[in-house]
């Protein structure tokens, strides 16, 4: 769990502390140009990201094309937050596996 400002990162969630609003999210590692990024992922659609107050949303859903899109926040390697955010991406992803490898003995 991370808090930075007004805004609570959570392993499941994005809530701000003020308002009260948050969204489910799920966290993802990737590269885009050539630098390493957490993207921030709503689970949900509509402007979830942009009530909880994070920057810098997109959302390139288009209606007339029929092309629906959930939110999504990308963080940089130079972002102060991305240490943070990389340790919960990873967290996810280690307990993700876990939860594969059960499913897998299972059967």
Known sequence: MLTV???KFNLYSVKNTETKESARV???LA???GKNIVIIMAKDFGRG???VGLKNVRNDTDIMMDFYQKDSVF?????PVYGWLLDIARELHRK???RLEAKRSRK
């Open 26 to 28: 799920s966290y993802q």
């Open 49 to 51: 990201l942009e009530k």
């Open 75 to 79: 963080i940089y390697e130079d972002d």
């Open 31 to 33: 590269n885009r140009h």
């Open 5 to 7: 400002g007004k805004i």
């Open 96 to 98: 993700r596996l876990i």
